[in-house]
Nanobody, 117 residues
Framework: QVQLVESGGGLVQPGGSLRLSCAAS????????MGWYRQAPGKQRELVAS???????NHADSVKGRFIISRDNAKKMVSLQMNSLKPEDTAVYYC???????????WGQGTQVTVSS
């Protein structure tokens, strides 16, 4: 079992920045690839970025150069630094933990990010 708690969402103007954080508890953190997904109204949930225990990182093309995912294994936390935010980044952002062998996934409750002037 893995419990995930997100924080850091909110309202920001276009061009602004936000930092999302996710605290994990429960199972062995090293067994999981950690990621951030987002879901905008009327759209499917999509992967934003992911990071393995060893530090292998993947960012979606739509956020490359703007968003940075990071992971603190000692603190069992994963963060998403979001810069140069655009209105199309508006969505509910979910923290995700995927077991590296079984693929079983756990989800956080989600945090709203709204980019609007």
């Amino acid at each position: 079992q893995v419990q995930l708690v997100e924080s850091g969402g909110g309202l920001v103007q276009p061009g602004g920045s936000l930092r999302l954080s996710c605290a994990a508890s429960g199972s062995i953190f090293s067994l999981y690839v950690m990621g951030w997904y987002r879901q905008a109204p009327g759209k499917q949930r999509e992967l934003v970025a992911s990071v393995s225990f060893g530090g292998s990182i993947n960012h979606a093309d739509s956020v490359k150069g703007r968003f940075i995912i990071s992971r603190d294994n000692a603190k069992k936390m994963v963060s998403l630094q979001m810069n140069s935010l655009k209105p199309e980044d508006t969505a509910v952002y979910y923290c995700n933990a995927e077991h590296y062998m079984t693929g079983y996934q756990y989800w956080g409750q989600g945090t709203q990010v709204t980019v609007s002037s």
